[in-house]
T-cell receptor
Framework: EAQVTQNPRYLITVTGKKLTVTCSQN?????MSWYRQDPGLGLRQIYY???????DKGDVPEGYKVSRKEKRNFPLILESPSPNQTSLYFC???????????????FGPGTRLTVL | SQQGEEDPQALSIQEGENATMNCSYK?????LQWYRQNSGRGLVHLIL?????REKHSGRLRVTLDTSKKSSSLLITASRAADTASYFC????????????FGKGTHLIIQP
């Protein structure tokens, strides 16, 4: 089944404790992206990757890192999480290097992160 | 940066009625997409309309696009309880490389 998977789905952690949220897609998509969703703010893009070893900042990259060593995986890393990073995180992928007008983005199920 | 803005923020209607949501955007686009999100879940693509199209249908969904007003509307006819969700419009950012830009969404509640 074509899908985007994220792990963990739920995570409660404490300030400063490094964490990684994994994202994997099995559709051979070039483009992958991370969003955070907060009440009243909608979805905001954190980082995106157009291909292996190519990553770029989105609208809200501060406090986050990503890597794209393999096509299928795009982990999101919080080196020193803070309470303002409490949010619902989504990974998404689409076929081409730059999402064209005809490209649908496929979303993972989300990771709800709470930083105490 | 926010490109699309949905209106209203929330909408509650009776099952069987039609639901209309609007989206306005700021810069020129190639296409506009609508997504649905069930509570706490990932977004699911509904429909895409190209900038040279004015109207598109998919099942009970009807999308219009007015590029002169930089606005789009999503109409759901004969609503069902299962249509309860948040609906987002998303635009490509024109010349940018950051893919789709999403609005804040309209939360639709269908009362049985």
């Amino acid at each position: 089944e074509a899908q985007v998977t994220q792990n963990p789905r739920y995570l409660i952690t404490v300030t400063g404790k490094k964490l990684t949220v994994t994202c994997s897609q099995n559709m051979n998509h070039e483009y992958m992206s991370w969003y955070r969703q907060d009440p009243g703010l909608g979805l905001r893009q954190i980082y995106y990757s157009m291909n292996v070893e190519v990553t770029d900042k989105g609208d809200v990259p501060e406090g986050y890192k990503v890597s794209r060593k393999e096509k299928r995986n795009f982990p999101l890393i919080l080196e020193s999480p803070s309470p303002n990073q409490t949010s619902l995180y989504f990974c998404a992928s689409s076929l081409s290097q730059r999402p064209l007008s005809t490209d649908t983005q496929y979303f993972g199920p989300g990771t709800r992160l709470t930083v105490l | 940066s926010q490109q699309g803005e949905e209106d209203p923020q929330a909408l509650s209607i009776q099952e069987g009625e039609n639901a209309t949501m609007n989206c306005s955007y700021k810069t020129s686009i190639n296409n506009l997409q609508w997504y649905r999100q069930n509570s706490g879940r990932g977004l699911v693509h509904l429909i895409l309309i190209r900038s040279n199209e004015r109207e598109k249908h998919s099942g009970r969904l009807r999308v219009t696009l007015d590029t002169s007003k930089k606005s789009s509307s999503l109409l759901i006819t004969a609503s069902r309880a299962a249509d309860t969700a948040s609906y987002f419009c998303a635009t490509d950012a024109g010349g940018g490389a950051d893919g789709l830009t999403f609005g804040k969404g309209t939360h639709l509640i269908i009362q049985p």
